[in-house]
């Protein structure tokens, strides 16, 4: 069996040395097919990986808060027609939470779920001297509310504190403000309550709008403020597969009984664009492998036929039809093999080069460079199998061809 395998290997690497030209063509195209098809890959998963941090930077993936209030109609007694032809809707009051520790400790025995922090929000006014923007107060624990939303690559200047009396704003408001660190604010809520706050921290939450409006403080300010003592408006709840968000808030509002909004719902026109572009590339990458096959099996057919007299020759020197497939498979497999590592060689330097030239609005990397080396072995993995089936139909003429015939002709 070894004997056989080493004859194997021995013609088909000779038969490729001798059609050097040849073989140089097909790798190279390979090459580039395996180099088109890493690079796509790799900057699509990177800007996508980029578009959703900064899309979800500053936001739960799960978001859990009271359902909306519907109007009923009034009807007239059972089975009745409502009296009133039209119904007006009701304007939304601040909903809450009642009883919150309990349905916590709910939501974080649900599988999937890594963190859970309470919120209590709402609509405020932030004033400083003459100038007033509409600001949202988002009152939390924020030990708890660190393991929900990252804040570290957030931070602009000040520390990462909410005391009593305490709060972090965005970079945008405090420049509409004028503020700086240590700078007091007065809030004022809808409900009338106003509160005294000093800037403890300037954030960079990826959005003008959220950091123009955001004023983060301590739960039981933001309770006082929205005059909610001891309730909460929401959950805001970090997961271990966020892609998984859909499924994980299903499981919740079974669970608690009340809404339960994920941030692929949130953000649904970010999530169609980038199920769009994975469609566009995985036609892409179709294409690109269709036609890296009929490369390979083109070669390979013109390389039969020119080797019809020393087919001919190893057969009738006692070579048999299955090594003569065996010869013409491992041509194929070989050549996609050494295409799949130079291609993802010049892929790997194509994304290093781009990742560096590429540059947001902000100056700063359309994308992050990262090494797959799971992308690469699953390239040449590919590439092998992908080489074996285009060499099947010249590996079948290979062998059946007559000994004799082949020698004469």
Avoid: C
């Avoid at 988002?138 to 000040?158: H, I, M, P, Q, S």
């Avoid at 719902?265 to 892409?284: E, G, H, K, R």
């Amino acid at each position: 069996m070894m004997a056989a395998r080493l004859f194997e290997w021995t013609v088909a690497l000779r038969f490729l040395r001798e059609g050097r030209m040849q073989t140089a063509l097909i790798v190279g195209g390979a090459a580039i097919g395996v180099a088109v098809i890493f690079f796509i890959t790799a900057v699509l998963t990177g800007v996508q990986g980029d578009l959703i941090r900064r899309v979800t930077g500053a936001q739960a993936h799960v978001v859990v808060k009271p359902p909306d209030e519907v109007v009923a109609p009034l009807v007239a007694g059972s089975g009745a027609q409502p009296r009133l032809p039209a119904l007006q809707a009701r304007p939304q009051r601040l909903n809450t939470i009642d009883g919150w520790p309990a349905m916590a400790r709910t939501i974080e025995g649900t599988p999937g779920v890594v963190a859970v922090a309470p919120v209590a929000s709402g609509g405020a006014l932030g004033i400083k001297g003459d100038a007033s923007r509409s600001v949202v107060i988002v009152g939390t624990e924020l030990e708890r509310y660190l393991r929900v939303v990252n804040f570290d690559d957030k931070l602009k200047a000040g520390v990462l504190e909410l005391g009593p009396g305490d709060a972090m704003i965005g970079i945008e408001l405090a420049r509409d403000l004028g503020a700086v660190i240590g700078d007091r604010i007065r809030v004022q809520s809808a409900q009338g309550v106003a509160e005294v706050l000093r800037i403890r921290a300037l954030l960079d939450l990826g959005s003008r709008e959220l950091n123009r409006r955001y004023v983060y403080t301590d739960l039981r300010v933001a309770q006082s403020l929205l005059a909610i003592p001891g309730r909460i408006t929401n959950f805001d709840i970090a997961l271990r597969d966020m892609m998984r968000a859909e499924d994980v808030a299903a499981q919740l509002r079974a669970a608690t009984g009340q809404q339960a909004e994920s941030w692929i719902q949130t953000n649904s026109q970010v999530f169609a664009a980038i199920n769009n572009q994975n469609i566009m590339t995985l036609l892409i990458r179709v294409f690109i492998t269709i036609v890296v096959a009929l490369g390979i099996a083109s070669v390979l057919v013109v390389s039969v036929v020119q080797k019809r007299r020393e087919i001919g020759i190893l057969r009738a020197v006692g070579a048999s039809r299955r090594q003569m497939l065996g010869v013409f498979l491992l041509q194929g497999m070989i050549v996609g093999v050494g295409g799949a590592l130079l291609g993802s060689a010049a892929g790997l330097g194509l994304v290093s080069l781009f990742s560096r030239v590429l540059r947001n609005a902000e100056g700063q990397p359309l994308f992050s460079m990262t090494v797959d080396f799971g992308l690469i072995g699953l390239l040449v993995l590919g590439a092998a199998l992908l080489g074996l089936v285009a060499a099947v139909l010249p590996a079948r003429n290979a062998a059946r061809l007559d000994p004799a015939q082949a020698i004469r002709g």
